[in-house]
């Protein structure tokens, strides 16, 4: 079973910095089949990023998402307040894994 | 617009059984496969199973093969997602999350169910 790590566990920043989340997968993996989603408390989690750079429908620019093989990247350009959240990368397609998950918290 | 709505809140004694709703709305339901995922309190995301809405067939994940079983009713538009031999530790939240059959990711997601085993 391939395995999702994320990085860094939770990250400390503040509204209008860039954020750099990772994604590490055990093995390669299809690029088609990479998703990022966001979840704030109480609710239920948000697909940003599909095939692992495609942005979901009504997705602000500033979310993006890059990277093929192993290793993975959500890049959020410009911090907004709304964006402080959970974000975790998925796997789909074949199997269907959840990495444990990035904190983004306000510093 | 495009929505899934679940059932209520439930709570079970272990050794029950539950069964969670989750009916979509806005879409053509037989087009696209529904997934279930669970989140314990605090933690992350686990896949659980998904039915295909338009043939009907199933696939598990092998922690729950044997205790969980998804069905669906197209004339309701709704799948089905029921957990047997309920334990304390499927206290979690579930949800549902469609994925289109011609490809694509988990694009909208229910909008969670809350349940909870204890005696």
């Known amino acids: 079973e391939i395995v999702l790590t994320q990085a860094p566990g939770t990250l400390s920043l503040s509204p209008g910095e860039r954020a750099t989340l990772s994604c590490r997968a055990s093995?390669?993996?299809?690029?088609?089949?990479l998703a990022w989603h966001q979840q704030k408390p109480g609710q239920a989690p948000r697909l940003l990023i599909y095939?692992?750079?495609s942005r979901a429908t009504g997705i602000p620019d500033r979310f993006s998402g890059s990277g093929s093989g192993t290793d993975f990247t959500l890049t959020i350009s410009r911090l907004e307040p709304e964006d402080f959240a959970v974000y975790y990368c998925?796997?789909?397609?074949?199997?269907?894994?959840f990495g444990q998950g990035t904190k983004l918290e306000i510093k | 617009q495009v929505q899934l709505v679940q059932s209520g809140a439930e709570v079970k004694k272990p050794g029950a059984s539950v069964k969670v709703s989750c009916k979509g709305s806005?879409?053509?339901?037989?087009?696209?496969?529904m997934h279930w995922v669970r989140q314990a309190p605090g933690q992350s995301l686990e896949w659980m199973g998904w039915?295909?809405?338009?043939?009907?067939?199933?696939k598990y994940s092998q922690k729950f093969q044997g205790r969980v079983t998804i069905t669906r009713d197209t004339s309701a538009s709704t799948a089905f997602m029921d957990l047997s031999s309920l334990r304390y530790e499927d206290t979690a939240v579930y949800f549902c999350?469609?994925?289109?059959?011609?490809?694509?990711?988990?694009?909208?997601w229910g909008q969670g169910t809350m349940v909870t085993v204890s005696s």
């Open positions: 806005g879409y053509t339901f037989t087009n696209y496969v």
């Open positions: 093995q390669s993996v299809s690029s088609s089949s």
């Open positions: 095939g692992a750079s």
């Open positions: 998925q796997l789909y397609g074949s199997s269907y894994t």
């Open positions: 039915i295909n809405a338009g043939s009907g067939n199933t």
């Open positions: 999350a469609r994925l289109p059959t011609f490809g694509g990711a988990f694009d909208v």
